[in-house]
């Protein structure tokens, strides 16, 4: 895959957001795509996509509470998650974003579209499945196989020190073998290195023990979302179940699914021609309807 051309008015802001300090990248002008990030991810992970979206939005992509160069700084519970972003959204001076989400980024997207439709313009949702059904898919033996490293990441201090070995090398070896051939070139995977060494990947880790040390329940019953989604699945995904997105238009009003037989879990890395031309398609149908 080509490297790409990130835009040239790329910025980096570094403003305190809900007690901590955050970064932030921000390119083009116009309504607000924000950008959210999963494990063990920042903010680069949406290259593909924000030299896709900046000539049309003001594309917002930022570093994550622990990540890279935001402040590592609990708590981690999904709740003060969601507040992050609402701070954000509220700095920028945006009063609704096109929010897109993957992995992590994807759970605190889901949660906002459910608790805070108001910020929102529209959905899209990048390989995690809506909470409901992956609180109900996890009591399957073979996803709960699948999903052991929740579970692994509750030891403390170890799993730091693991990931940690010689340097993170071992950690981009595995990143480059889930995905195809020419995902990454060798200026990507030192990105990722230089974030991953930063101040390391403790307060990723600690997103997921604070999933299971204070979990928070959904309201029952679950709020319907009614803002228009996007939900975009690698089938490829060796973590995550495609059967775990059937039944989503349960609990999604306005729903479209797109699957991506060829993709893994790093979709929107794997395969950024196809996501951003559905992330436009959505975008732009959006803005065009006389609610959005």
């Not at 049309?56 to 507040?83: C, F, K, M, S, W």
């Not at 992330?279 to 803005?287: K, M, R, V």
């Amino acid at each position: 895959m080509p490297p790409v051309t990130l835009p040239s008015d790329l910025d980096h802001h570094y403003p305190t957001v809900n007690g901590i300090r955050m970064h932030y990248v921000s390119a083009g002008t116009g309504d607000t795509v924000l950008l959210l990030h999963g494990f063990p991810e920042f903010w680069y992970s949406w290259r593909h996509q924000i030299a896709a979206l900046a000539p049309h939005y003001r594309v917002i992509a930022p570093d994550l509470r622990g990540y890279n160069e935001t402040e590592n700084t609990g708590p981690y519970d999904t709740g003060t998650l969601q507040q992050d972003v609402l701070s954000l959204i509220e700095h920028v001076g945006a009063d609704r974003v096109h929010l897109v989400g993957h992995d992590w980024g994807a759970v605190i997207a889901w949660l906002l579209g459910m608790n805070h439709p108001e910020a929102l313009r529209t959905l899209s949702i990048c390989n995690v499945p809506h909470p409901a059904l992956f609180m109900k898919g996890i009591r399957n033996p073979r996803q709960l196989l699948r999903s052991w490293y929740i579970g692994a990441f509750q030891v403390p201090l170890l799993p730091e020190r693991a990931i940690a070995i010689r340097n993170y090398h071992i950690l981009a070896r595995t990143l480059i073998r889930d995905c195809r051939p020419g995902t990454f070139t060798r200026d990507d995977i030192k990105m990722f290195l230089q974030a991953w060494r930063r101040q390391g990947l403790g307060g990723g880790i600690n997103w997921y023990r604070a999933l299971l040390r204070s979990p928070q329940r959904l309201p029952d019953p679950v709020p319907i979302i009614e803002t228009p989604t996007l939900f975009i699945w690698g089938e490829q995904d060796i973590a995550l179940r495609k059967e775990l997105t059937y039944g989503t238009e349960d609990y999604v009003r306005d729903l479209r699914m797109e699957y991506l037989p060829e993709a893994s879990h790093w979709v929107q890395q794997e395969e950024p021609e196809r996501v951003n031309a559905l992330l436009l398609e959505h975008l732009g149908a959006a803005t065009a309807t006389p609610h959005a």
